[in-house]
């Protein structure tokens, strides 16, 4: 209930200090950041991917929080690239004996896992998941609408989406940031932390926050009584 309360208090001082400025709760990953095209408006999915998408030859690298597949060793070198976020404990040094691929994995493991905890600081959702999210990653936009397409029954109109069904992220390699996946994974963190998931829009809001907050100092406000 305490994590409750305090998400409620986080929402309602949001409003309070962006009055009048909408944009800042509907400027989450969508083409066109309308009213009309917003991304939580996602719908309930018509075909959730089951042993079909399990028995495709995704390759899947594991980290500590997270499962990532991708069809091609190009698409995690490129995924790597994209997204900018080093781990403060992070050293070339460690890599010294590793060949190129598992040095590239190990990168990746510690930059996803670091970035997973930094929005888990953000939020002030400490709490360890039971299961891993996974992050599908697809080459192109192409690729992306046609999961969508064949998850929803519409055409794409966000840029990248978390499926709670499934517990997982849906991303496109060419359109992707840090800041982008941040956003993500705090849907994931939200939807699992909660005993009751957060509104959608309060989700958003929430998500929104950690992506442009990534980089700032984060107050740390001690243990709750």
Known sequence: MTSIRLT??????LFVFYPGRPDVFYSAYADEPTLEKIPFSISTPKNIPGKKQEESPWTRLETRYTI???EKIEDLKKFDRKVDFSPSDFSLKSFLSETASQELEGKIRKKIDALYER???ILDMLKKSEKKIAIQLYPDKKRLAQAYKKIFGAELNVRAWYLYEINTIFINIDDIDEGMLAHEMAHAIIDNYLTTRAPR???EILAVYVDT???KKTKNYGPSK
């Open 8 to 13: 409620w208090v986080f929402l309602i001082g």
């Open 68 to 70: 990532i597949q991708f």
């Open 119 to 121: 929005v888990q600081e």
């Open 201 to 203: 829009a309060a989700a």
């Open 213 to 215: 907050h990534l980089f």
